[in-house]
């Protein structure tokens, strides 16, 4: 039986329980290290990954996650985070994970085994285009995954498979297939470790690549930022500061004028408009602050 590259055991750890916790670290820093290029790999997918989900966004569609253990986990936490640093409307980002909610801190054994649940999930949310599905399995071939990826299919809308094993089923079925081939783990067929990690890798660059191409970035700041707590505040003000050139004091005040909206306060400070034009300029620019520049200048 040939076991898949994520299961197979690694020789460079056949000594792991004899390291000390120094040759440890460094024997799994040294492995990780090649993470970020078994990523490389997959860009240009990763790429079309990208404008997928921000044209199915576009068009009112929401982003799906769906995974099983570990997987589905990094998917929960890519989907919680994306409301508190992009402003992204709640439940726009759907995270779905064998078990239900109970397995995100706790195993719940069968779970993964099950395709009829996978589709049952994501139909029970309205799952329908232009809504998008990102299916995570290391493995590439966790039947819960499946099941809702097959479903997805079926109903025409774009699917996006993310797997660290070559020639699976996910890979061959999903629109757009991702592979990061991270090879045999550190501890044997512990996928929470690299293929875990090229997996977070994976997602950082679709969700924030997807919420770039919508507009919720200008420049390199995160200027639809939801500032909830005083970090977040600063931030906030830092941003405006630097974004629109003035003090601290001017900052705030075009922040409390535009109900601390940053996005609004930089149309304000740089077009010198008040907050309901600089409103009604994003909107009409879809929310991107450079577009809602052009517009203001070329017809003030």
Excluded at 70 to 99: H, K, N, Q, Y
Aim: one cysteine or more; aromatic letters at 2%.
């Amino acid at each position: 039986m040939v076991l898949p590259p994520t299961e197979q055991p690694n020789p460079l750890s056949q000594e792991l329980d004899r390291l000390a916790p120094l040759e440890l670290a460094r024997l799994m820093n040294r492995q990780d290290a090649g993470v970020p290029a078994a990523v490389a790999e997959a860009l240009p997918q990763i790429a079309r990954a990208i404008q997928a989900i921000a044209e199915g966004m576009a068009q009112g569609g929401r982003l799906f996650y769906q995974g099983a253990g570990t997987s589905g986990r990094l998917g929960a936490l890519d989907a919680a985070e994306l409301g508190p640093t992009f402003s992204l409307e709640p439940g726009r980002a759907v995270a779905l994970i064998a078990g239900g909610p109970t397995a995100l801190t706790q195993s719940v054994e069968g779970a993964e085994d099950d395709p009829d649940q996978g589709a049952a999930d994501l139909a029970a949310h309205g799952f329908r285009p232009p809504d998008v599905l990102v299916a995570l399995a290391a493995s590439g071939r966790t039947p819960y995954v499946l099941g809702g990826l097959r479903h997805a299919n079926g109903l025409g809308a774009v699917t996006i498979g993310v797997a660290c094993n070559p020639d699976t089923p996910l890979l061959a079925e999903a629109q757009i297939p991702i592979l990061a081939l991270t090879g045999p783990e550190v501890l044997t067929g512990s996928t929470r470790l690299k293929a875990g990690t090229a997996q977070k890798l994976v997602l950082n660059m679709l969700s924030t690549g997807a919420m770039v191409r919508l507009g919720k970035v200008y420049g390199n700041r995160m200027v639809d930022v939801q500032p909830a707590n005083r970090k977040l505040r600063r931030r906030a003000v830092g941003m405006v500061m630097d974004l629109v050139g003035v003090d601290e004091v001017q900052a705030r005040e075009l922040l409390e004028a535009s109900g601390w909206q940053v996005k609004v306060a930089v149309v304000m400070g740089i077009s010198g408009t008040g907050a309901a034009e600089a409103q009604a300029a994003l909107e009409r620019a879809g929310g991107r602050v450079r577009e809602a520049l052009v517009q203001l200048v070329r017809h003030g």
